[in-house]
Structures are given as structure tokens and as C-alpha cells.
């Protein structure tokens, strides 16, 4: 059964930081890997789809890595903002066509300081 | 192009009882799955559908229900409603079920159950 972590549960820095969120999991065969973003109150936003031929894809201040033997991913943030602040997911979905729905992580609660 | 809607936004039900949510996908979508989002168990898996078959259920009891019309939108029901499912549950569309498209969320119907 695939499970996914993500390391740190929670992260609070200054403003200006570059940072970096991990996430694992354990069972390598996965079709792709993707991270979101949630507010408050609020659903869940895609950030960054790396199918598992990938090994990274970028959207302006965010990078994601993907490392699929080690079964490890991170996401990059660049030149963090205070708007940046919410819960980032990691969530897997299984490889042989992935039926299965997307396995989530329990998040990290991202808190950027003014 | 308009999001993900799910209604209603809230709803307090009594143990014992039924619910129906209601999932419209994005203009053009035919795949819809279901999450629900717990604080002690995360984001778990339902059900996803493409068009109108349900291709595949997570790990939750037969209370949990769910159908899709030949216009893409969705619905899932609850029967007999316990404490435990006092949750958030959030509805996804995607273009095409199982592949590479990123998932897109809606802001999620909160359920309290009494």
C-alpha cells in the first residue's frame, strides 16, 4: 500500500527565504507526482505535475523534483512571500494507469513572516 | 472558464440521516472524483468517474455512494450518516481520467453530522 510523507509538518520563516518541502513515498511505481496548494476554508490548487518519466518541472518562483528510485520528491520556493502561506500536499498516483485516485500526504502548513 | 462548484458550501445533518452533494466539473471535463479531507486521516480517496462508469472506489464502507450524469456532473450520497463523517469533502475534474492531467479542485462541502 502506498503512503506518502512529507517532512516538515510545519515551517514558519522570514519573508525573502528560499525553502524546501519534502516529500516521500514508498512504493516507486507511480504514474505521476503532484503538488498542491490549500487555503484555509478553501480546495485544493494544482502547482506542479511531474510525470514519472520527469525529473523536475518549474512554474515561476516554484521548482518540483522528482526522484522515483529513491521515491522522493521537493518542492522549491523561490524568494518566499507572506502570500505564499498555506498547506502544500504532495499526492502520488499509482502507475498502470492510475485508477486508484491520487494518495496524499498529510501536508505542510506553510507560514511566511512579513 | 468557471472552476470546479460543489453545493452546498455547508451542511448539518443528524446521525442516522442521508446526504447528496452535488459536483459541476469544469466546461469539458468528463472525469469527476471524490476526496474526503479529514484532520486525523488527511485526504482519502472515493470514487472517480468517467463518463458516467465508475472506474474505481477507495476504501470506504457501502454507505458511500456516488453517480455521474451525461452532462459530466456528479453527485455522492451517504447513507445513514455516523459522527465519523462529519468531514470535508472535495470534488475533482480533470479532462480525461487516470493520465497526466492535473486535478482541479473545488472549494469542498463541509458536512457536520450530529
Known amino acids: 500500500k502506498q503512503e506518502v510523507t512529507q517532512i516538515p509538518a510545519a515551517l514558519s520563516v522570514p519573508e525573502g527565504e528560499n525553502l524546501v518541502l519534502n516529500c516521500s513515498f514508498t512504493?516507486?511505481?507511480?504514474?505521476?507526482l503532484q503538488w498542491f496548494r490549500q487555503d484555509p476554508g478553501k480546495g485544493l490548487t494544482s502547482l506542479l505535475l511531474i510525470q514519472s518519466s520527469q525529473r523536475e518541472q518549474t512554474s515561476g518562483r516554484l521548482n518540483a523534483s522528482l526522484d522515483k528510485s529513491s521515491g522522493r520528491s521537493t518542492l522549491y520556493i523561490a524568494a518566499s512571500q507572506p502570500g505564499d502561506s498555506a498547506t502544500y500536499l504532495c499526492a502520488v498516483r499509482r502507475g498502470g494507469g492510475g485508477a486508484d485516485g491520487l494518495t496524499f500526504g498529510k501536508g505542510t502548513h506553510l507560514i511566511i513572516q512579513p | 472558464k468557471a472552476g470546479v462548484t460543489q453545493t452546498p458550501r455547508y451542511l448539518i445533518k443528524t446521525r442516522g440521516q442521508q446526504v447528496t452533494l452535488s459536483c459541476s466539473p469544469i466546461s469539458g471535463h468528463r472525469s469527476v472524483s471524490w476526496y474526503q479531507q479529514t484532520p486525523g486521516q488527511g485526504l482519502q480517496f472515493l470514487f472517480e468517474?468517467?463518463?458516467?462508469?465508475?472506474?474505481n472506489k477507495g476504501n470506504f464502507p457501502g454507505r458511500f455512494s456516488g453517480r455521474q450524469f451525461s452532462n459530466s456532473r456528479s453527485e455522492m450520497n451517504v447513507s445513514t450518516l455516523e459522527l465519523g463523517d462529519s468531514a470535508l469533502y472535495l470534488c475533482?475534474?480533470?479532462?480525461?481520467?487516470?493520465?497526466?492531467?492535473?486535478?482541479?479542485f473545488g472549494n469542498g462541502t463541509r458536512l457536520t453530522v450530529t
Open positions: 512504493d516507486s511505481a507511480i504514474y505521476n
Open positions: 468517474y468517467f463518463s458516467e462508469t465508475q472506474r
Open positions: 475533482a475534474s480533470s479532462d480525461i481520467a487516470g493520465t497526466n492531467s492535473p486535478l482541479h
